[in-house]
Nanobody
Framework: QVQLVESGGGLVQPGGSLRLSCAAS????????MGWYRQAPGKQREFVAD???????NYADSVKGRFTISRDNAKNTVYLQMNSLKPEDTAVYYC?????????????????WGQGTQVTVSS
C-alpha cells in the first residue's frame, strides 16, 4: 500500500498564497505521476494539476498562471504553490499518485489518494 499525507491547507485572504505538500510512503518502486484534485461543497471532484516523473506538467485552465506544481522525486513529494487565490479556489484539495509498488516479490500498479486538506479563501 502507498500512503499519501497532505499538509499546508488553511485560511487565506483573497489574493494570498498557500503551499500544499504531499508525501508518499510505502514499498514504492516508481511513481509515474503525482497530482492535485479539489472538491468544493456540492460539486464533483475536479482536476487541478499533475506532474510526471520527468517533470511534465498539466494544469486546469482555472488555475493556469496562478498555481505551480513541482516534485521532489528523491522524497516522493509533490508540492502545489497557489498564488493569487480566489474565493472560488475554496475546496478540499486531494493528492493523487500512481505508479508501481513491490509486493511479494512482484511489482504491481497502485493509484492512491490522500485524505484531503481544506483550503478556504475568504476575507
Amino acid at each position: 500500500q502507498v500512503q499519501l499525507v497532505e499538509s499546508g491547507g488553511g485560511l487565506v485572504q483573497p489574493g494570498g498564497s498557500l503551499r500544499l505538500s504531499c508525501a508518499a510512503s510505502g514499498s514504492i518502486v516508481t511513481i509515474n505521476a503525482m497530482g492535485w484534485y479539489r472538491q468544493a461543497p456540492g460539486k464533483q471532484r475536479e482536476f487541478v494539476a499533475d506532474i510526471t516523473s520527468g517533470g511534465s506538467t498539466n494544469y486546469a485552465d482555472s488555475v493556469k498562471g496562478r498555481f505551480t506544481i513541482s516534485r521532489d522525486n528523491a522524497k516522493n513529494t509533490v508540492y502545489l504553490q497557489m498564488n493569487s487565490l480566489k474565493p472560488e479556489d475554496t475546496a478540499v484539495y486531494y493528492c493523487n499518485a500512481h505508479g508501481k509498488v513491490a509486493t511479494g516479490g512482484y511489482h504491481r500498479g497502485f493509484d492512491s489518494w490522500g485524505q484531503g486538506t481544506q483550503v478556504t479563501v475568504s476575507s
